[in-house]
């Protein structure tokens, strides 16, 4: 029989042909493995009088030297990662090796409309010498670990991450709950000293620009960069989901960083073609900013991430995680964690706010 639908009409029934799911479980996602990670220890620095910051896979913990097998430690978080229980027949991956449909078509139109407001954005220049600074408001889990989630409240947080393009050792530095932490990565006293370089764990503003635009070939780059972090021995590849990488691996480069305007757009364009990304129409982000979501679920776990957009100017707003069932954690709709993010800005120097002008003297 003749098709007599064409154009548009057949184009979208084809898409939709492809939106059928199919389930899979895997590990846990990268940043809600180390937010259980920090929150135990979380418990252990209660003991030792210390605070940790809000569990990002880059940014270590402050104040850590850790060995050299701990240089990879947020790429190793990175690839413990979870599947979405999205209904799609079998097509090929844009995140390179599963076989699963792309995004829903409301949520790829929505976050293309992101791209383009996002490459309009101004291009920075930044130097090897400076910082970039970003504020922002973090609320974690701060329950027992494996217990019920206590979320607490949204608490500011400051960044400077050095912008030097190779290995460093003295990424950066944290203001939070009134302390300065610096954001250390190398080897034990004693044995030489071991940088950690620009990359997806530190993403630069020279890095970032470096990477590729097209969509397709980005998600490769950033399957390559995961790849080259894991460890391979605790995470095989037949246990990982390479689309859960992608989604986790773009939300943890949208939040600290200053974004060059065509790698942002770039990112959200390939967010687009991740199988299993929805649209959250009403999220609220750590500061109360009600906006728009573009949402992946862990349906193993049992909680969405969603990263949070204005709904009129489509600017990146922050992140949050709730429940989407009961679980262990709590009853379905229970909040995980939020964030705000409240200032980005390029600074000369540790401790320099973009208000002030200046590095603090405290």
């Known amino acids: 029989m003749n098709d007599r639908t064409s154009g548009p009409e057949r184009a979208e029934r084809e898409e939709l042909a492809r939106l059928l799911p199919v389930p899979a479980e895997r590990d846990l996602p990268p940043g809600r493995h180390l937010h259980h990670k920090d929150n135990l220890m979380r418990l252990i620095d209660q003991d030792g009088d210390r605070t940790t910051s809000r569990p990002r896979s880059r940014l270590l913990r402050p104040a850590v030297l850790l060995p050299a097998a701990g240089l990879a430690l947020g790429g190793v978080l990175l690839t413990t990662l979870a599947v979405t229980g999205q209904d799609s027949a079998p097509t090929p991956s844009a995140a390179g090796t599963g076989f699963q449909a792309a995004a829903p078509r409301g949520a790829a139109v929505l976050l293309d409309r992101i791209a383009s407001v996002a490459e309009k954005s101004d291009e920075q220049t930044v130097?090897?010498?400076?910082?970039?600074?970003?504020?922002?408001?973090?609320?974690?889990?701060?329950?027992?670990?494996?217990?019920?989630?206590?979320?607490?409240?949204?608490?500011?947080?400051?960044?400077?991450?050095?912008?030097?393009?190779?290995?460093?050792?003295?990424?950066?530095?944290?203001?939070?709950?009134?302390?300065?932490?610096?954001?250390?990565?190398?080897?034990?006293?004693?044995?030489?000293?071991?940088?950690?370089?620009a990359g997806l764990n530190r993403p630069t503003y020279a890095w970032l620009a470096s990477l590729p635009t097209d969509p397709e070939t980005l998600l490769r780059r950033l399957a390559t960069e995961i790849?080259?972090?894991?460890?391979?021995?605790?995470?095989?590849?037949?246990?990982?989901?390479?689309?859960?990488?992608?989604?986790?691996?773009?939300g943890e480069l949208l939040q600290e960083t200053v974004m060059p305007p065509k790698t942002a757009a770039a990112l959200y364009k390939a967010a687009a073609k991740i199988p299993g990304v929805s649209e959250d129409p009403d999220a609220v982000d750590a500061a109360g900013r009600h906006g728009i979501g573009v949402a992946r679920d862990d349906t193993r776990a049992g909680?969405?991430?969603?990263?949070?957009?204005?709904?009129?100017?489509?600017?990146?707003l922050g992140e949050r995680s709730y429940l989407i069932r009961d679980t262990e954690m709590g009853k379905k709709g229970t909040p995980i964690s939020k964030s705000a993010v409240l200032e980005r800005a390029v600074v000369d120097a540790l401790r320099e706010r973009p208000s002030a002008g200046k590095p603090s003297a405290t």
């Open 227 to 250: 790849t080259r972090d894991q460890d391979t021995r605790d995470t095989p590849a037949e246990d990982r989901d390479p689309d859960q990488d992608a989604f986790e691996a773009i």
């Open 127 to 197: 130097t090897g010498d400076q910082f970039v600074y970003v504020r922002t408001l973090q609320s974690g889990n701060e329950g027992e670990y494996g217990g019920p989630v206590k979320l607490s409240e949204p608490g500011e947080r400051e960044v400077w991450m050095t912008q030097k393009p190779g290995p460093v050792i003295d990424e950066g530095l944290i203001h939070e709950d009134g302390r300065y932490y610096p954001i250390t990565v190398g080897v034990p006293d004693g044995e030489t000293p071991v940088g950690y370089p």
């Open 303 to 316: 909680w969405r991430t969603a990263w949070i957009f204005d709904s009129t100017t489509l600017e990146y």
